[in-house]
């Protein structure tokens, strides 16, 4: 590994689990110097949109 630009944590654990964020950032300081990033998701709703993209009618579905 070449190195590390940044370093994003996300969900339920990236968010909310600091003990655990540390750790993984302590075993990587061999790479050297990189940006920490906590990006909250709403997985729900992400779900949500793909299931109901995927029920969506398809124009041959729609005509009378």
Known sequence: MGGLDALVFTGG?????APIRDRIIKLLTWV???KVYII?????IVIAKACQEL???????MRP
């Open 13 to 17: 654990i990236g968010e909310n689990a």
């Open 32 to 34: 050297g110097e990189f």
């Open 40 to 44: 909250p998701t709403d997985e729900e």
């Open 55 to 61: 029920t969506k009618p398809t124009a041959q579905e």
